[in-house]
């Protein structure tokens, strides 16, 4: 179960937001990946889950 607080970022540094995100992707991608397979899967479906923008999932993933 995940803990439902949401996360203060403005207490973290800039590694630690930046490790934040890319796990919170990675969260959302499987989660994704589970419910609708890995091809019919977009990023829109991810970044949507994850609640980033698109420019985020790139910078990550490039």
């Known amino acids: 179960m ?3 607080t949401p996360t203060n970022y ?5 590694s ?6 890319s796990e919170l992707l990675m969260q959302a991608s499987l ?3 589970l419910e609708k397979g890995f091809h ?3 990023i829109e ?3 949507a889950r994850a ?3 698109k420019g985020t999932f790139y910078l990550y993933y490039k």
């Not at 403005?10 to 800039?14: D, M, R, T």
Request: hydrophobic share 25%.
């Open 51 to 53: 609640k980033v923008g």
């Open 10 to 14: 403005s207490n973290l540094s800039k």
């Open 2 to 4: 995940q803990d439902s």
């Open 31 to 33: 989660e994704v990946f």
């Open 45 to 47: 479906d991810i970044i």
């Open 40 to 42: 019919p899967t977009r």
């Open 16 to 21: 630690s937001k930046n490790t934040d995100k």
